[in-house]
């Protein structure tokens, strides 16, 4: 049974941090890559970060460059996000997305999200 499941959302104020985790399992968690998406009521889902099976060279969205950081722990089959300087266009449900490396055509894994507001 494959499982990604978000944690570490919250109600922070502008400037503030906030971790998210997500924890994996009933994959080979290091064969794939590891997405955080987010998603705001009424827009469309939207990539945040990835980061490639073996921890390489991450990409973002230009919106959150110098702000969030993705990283994963293979050995403990987990992604997260850290999210610094938030801005209250932050706020979204974030989701863990998992993709296949060897064929990224298969349908990703999607987690069930964590909500994220950024409020004064």
């Known amino acids: 049974q494959v499982q990604l499941v978000e944690s570490g959302g919250g109600l922070v104020q502008p400037g503030g941090s906030l971790r998210l985790t997500c924890a994996a399992s009933?994959?080979?968690?290091?064969?794939?890559?590891m997405r955080w998406y987010r998603q705001s009521p009424g827009k469309e889902r939207e990539l945040v970060a990835a980061i490639p099976s073996t921890g390489g060279i991450p990409d973002y969205t230009d919106s959150v460059k110098g702000r969030f950081t993705i990283s994963r722990d293979n050995a403990k089959n987990t992604v997260y996000l850290q999210m610094n300087s938030l801005k209250p266009e932050d706020t979204a449900v974030y989701y863990c997305n998992a993709l296949y490396e060897a064929y990224s055509n298969l349908p990703p894994y999607w987690g069930q999200g964590t909500q994220v507001t950024c409020s004064s």
């Open positions: 009933g994959f080979v968690f290091s064969s794939y890559t």
